[in-house]
Each structure stands twice: as C-alpha cells, then as structure tokens.
C-alpha cells in the first residue's frame, strides 16, 4: 500500500462511520420548532468540541509515556494521582455547576486544563528524568481536578435542552463529538510526540536529532482549549430561555419541581440515598476500571510486545479505533435504548457488561496474536457506551436538570476512583522492562478485568427496569379540599 494511501485510510474509516451513523439515526419529534433546534446546535457543538480538546489534554499522557520511556510503575502512579483527584473533585465541583452553571464551569475547566498542560509540556523540555514521577504527578493533578469541570458542566448544560425521551439518541451524536477527543489524544499526540530532530529554515544550524518535540503534546492540546474559551464564552448558554427561546419540561427526575432549590448537601444525602444512583455509581466504579484499562494500557501492551513483531493495524491507528468504537457505541447504547427499551439505561448496560465479560474471557486466549487488536476495540465500545449511556444520560434523568451537576459528579467520580484502583492494580502487576516484551507474560492484565466485567454485569441487571419519575407538585391540605 502506498505510504500516502496508508496514512490516508484512517481518517477515511473514520469519516465513514461517522456519516454512517448520523444518517442511520432515528428521529425523535418532540414539536420544537426549526429556530430552537438551529439555536441548540450552536449551543452544544462548541460544548462537545471543548469536552473533546479537554480528553485531548488528558490523555495525552499515554502518548508522552510511549515516547520518553517512562516506566510502566511511573505512568500508573502518575494515572492513579490524576484518578483520585478527578473523583475526589467531583465533591466541590457538581454544586458548583449547579449553582453557577455548567457554561461558567466549562470556562474554569478550560483554562486551568490549558495552563496546566502548558505547565507539563515546559516541564517535558528536558526529556523524561527518573525521579519526576512526584513533580510531574502533582502537575498533572491539577490538570485532572480542572478536567473534572468538564463532565459536570457538560451535562448540566444539555440537560436544559434536551427532553428525556430525546438524550438517548443525542447521546450517540454528541458521543462524535467526545470520541473524537481520543483521536486526538491517541493518534495526534503520537505523532506530536514521536516526531525527533527536524531541519531549521535555510541558514541556520540543524536542529538535533536527538532532541524530541515530545512537549508539545501537551502545548498543542493547551493551544486548543484556549481557541474552545473564546468560542464557549461567545455561544454557549445554560438554558434556552437565556438564549432567547422558551424553556420547557424536560420530563425529567426534577421537572415537577417549582419550588426553590435545595441545598447541596441535601442533595447529595438524597442522591446517596437512592438505590438506583448508588447502583449505577457502583455500575460506573466498574466501567472506569475497564474503560482505562483497555484504552491506557493497550498502547503499552503494544508497544511492549513489538520486539515479536505484533505492531498491527490496531496499534497505529489506536485513537481513530477508539473513536469509532466510541462512536458505535454510543449510538448503539442510546438508539436501543430510546427505541427498544422505552428509554430505560439498565438494559443496554448489562448487554454491553456481557460484551465486556466475553471479552476480557477471549484476551487470555490472544495474547501475542494479531487479533487481540480487534478484540480490544470491540471491549472499547462496549464499555465506552456503558460510560456514556449511564454518566452522561441517566444522570439527567434521574438527577433532573436542578441537581443533574450533584448527581453526574457522583456518577463520574466513582468512575474515576475506578480508575484510580485500575492504575493502582494493573501498574503491580503487570510486566516491566524486559518482561514486558514477552506476550505470555501480560496474562494479569485480563485477569484483572474479567472480576470487574463480571461484578458490572451482575449490577446492570439490577437496574434492569429503573425509570425515572418525575417529581410531583405539592398541594396543600386547604386546597385538596
């Protein structure tokens, strides 16, 4: 295949699944009028493009590993702060995206993630040195409780503007627009950070081979989030009564509500109260131990085993992969379960948790072979449409859009404190330095996600006829009657 055509094909499948799914979507009609939906565009496209750029700056931490040849102990204590702190954050950052707004947080997030990234990549100046786990772990901490606006505010927003019985598909749309973020953190990044020695412009010494260009994946990401303020600031709005359109009922958790809102704690005391949430937390604590599991840790795993000649296909296109399976997943998890399963989330959760067990039971059968790239990426989807189907859309049905920013940082901090134990666990047991280059030897890296896979479909099936219920108004004694 022609070198051109190779580095063309991507992009290309990409652009295909894409198409393919937008045009496959099913259409819900809920009366809104033509000038509301063209205005709802302009809301949530800036929204999802930011919320990509912010994985960008997150995930970029993989493609640094790869080209400084940080160890596989470094990366999973460095991952483990950044997970803590993301579900940790989660505690301040909910109420405050219910009290300010998710715009007004989006903004936060973007900044302090673009400022901290700049922060990284001057501290990537020099190169990689044993010993900067401490300093760089700190900095990209920070990184991660900035990164945690992102989530909350992202679903505070569309909660306004999207009817229940509509978030399911949209789901799958806006879930381009995030996917899209691991393409750019995989693939982009990569390259950023693989690149060496480049020629000067004519009349100046040559740039050293030796020196890499590997700080820029995290300037480059920082350079973009900064564009997504300017845009977030000019177009997004909390609601659509603010953009000048009226507001509507949600037919959510909260829309019976008419009374003033009730304070954050308690909030969070009725949320942790709640069977359901609780249920779907401990669903998502499962989904973040796998979701990282396999998008972080099958770039090392590739690159580890690539002295047996098993680069593939899979390993140089793991960003654009992952994108489509984000993609499919999301569309598949959300048309299901707006057309099949009368908008209920637990159902499609447990049949993507079966994918998952089946999956992480068939790794321990293809480790050193081609294949276990396209099982990987199938585990992707299911569990990437799981995470987006329960964080970013039961969250707004059961929290309601009042307190959708309490429950989705309750929800996604439990995610994230999943990864935080998957960074923990997998950086103990996996193979380092020239064990790692031995296939055979990552048989604990499955290992370790089948009790997970297994546990998360146990608790779908749980969840399997929930259904959230709006809120009734009250009514006086006097006027009952």
């Not at 393409?183 to 990044?189: E, K, M, P, S």
């Not at 009725?270 to 989904?287: D, G, K, Q, Y």
């Not at 049949?351 to 790239?373: H, N, W």
């Not at 995470?387 to 307190?403: I, V």
Request: glycine share 12%; proline share 4%.
């Amino acid at each position: 295949m022609p070198s051109w055509l190779e580095k063309l094909l991507p992009i290309v499948i990409l652009l295909a699944v894409v198409l393919m799914v937008v045009a496959r979507l099913p259409k819900q009609e809920l009366g809104h009028s033509a000038a509301f939906k063209s205005r709802r565009v302009m809301n949530w496209l800036p929204v999802g493009l930011a919320y990509a750029f912010m994985y960008m700056a997150r995930y970029n931490l993989t493609a640094y590993k790869n080209a400084v040849g940080m160890t596989n102990a470094d990366y999973g204590t460095i991952d483990q702060w950044g997970a803590v702190t993301y579900g940790l954050a989660f505690l301040l950052n909910g109420p405050l995206a219910d009290r300010f707004g998710g715009r007004a947080t989006m903004l936060v997030g973007l900044c302090g993630s673009a400022l901290m990234n700049g922060y990284m990549g001057y501290l990537a100046l020099d190169g990689w040195q044993a010993g900067e786990a401490r300093t760089f772990g700190l900095a990209y901490a920070a990184n991660m409780y900035f990164q945690s606006f992102g989530a909350v505010s992202i679903v505070k927003v569309n909660a306004s503007w999207f009817h229940l019985r509509e978030r399911g598909t949209f789901g799958g749309i806006f879930g381009i627009l995030i996917s899209l973020g691991l393409y750019f953190a995989y693939d982009w990044t990569r390259m950023i950070a693989e690149v060496g020695g480049v020629e000067a412009p004519k009349g100046l010494p040559r740039i050293d081979p030796a020196i890499a260009l590997d700080h820029w994946a995290f300037w480059a990401p920082a350079a973009l989030l900064l564009v997504m303020v300017g845009a977030v600031a000019a177009l997004v709005q909390d609601s659509p009564g603010q953009a000048g359109h009226a507001d509507f009922d949600t037919g959510d958790a909260g829309s019976g509500h008419t009374g003033p809102s009730k304070g954050a704690l308690h909030i969070v005391k009725l949320m942790l109260t709640n069977p359901v949430i609780l249920t779907i937390a401990a669903i998502e604590f499962c989904s973040g131990f796998l979701r990282n599991a396999v998008m972080k840790w099958h770039p090392v795993y590739a690159k580890a085993i690539a002295v047996e000649g098993q680069t593939t296909f899979v390993a140089s296109n793991w960003g654009m992969l992952l994108c489509c399976a984000g993609i499919l997943g999301g569309v598949f998890a959300g048309t299901i379960s707006d057309v099949l399963f009368h908008s209920r989330r637990g159902p499609v959760a447990a049949i993507l948790y079966a994918g998952m067990v089946l999956g992480s039971g068939g790794l321990f059968f293809l480790l050193g072979q081609p294949a276990l790239g396209a099982l990987v990426i199938f585990m992707s989807l299911c569990v990437i449409g799981v995470h987006g189907m329960l964080s970013g859309t039961a969250s707004m049905d059961f929290g309601g859009k009042k307190n959708v920013g309490i429950v989705v940082g309750i929800i996604d901090g439990f995610v994230y404190l999943g990864t935080a134990l998957q960074a923990a666990v997998l950086k103990s047991v996996l193979p380092d330095g020239d064990a790692a280059a031995i296939a055979a030897n990552w048989w604990t890296w499955p290992a370790a996600m089948l009790p997970a896979a297994i546990v998360g479909l146990l608790l779908s099936g749980l969840v399997w006829n929930a259904r959230a219920q709006k809120e009734q108004p009250k009514v006086s004694m006097a006027k009952a009657g």
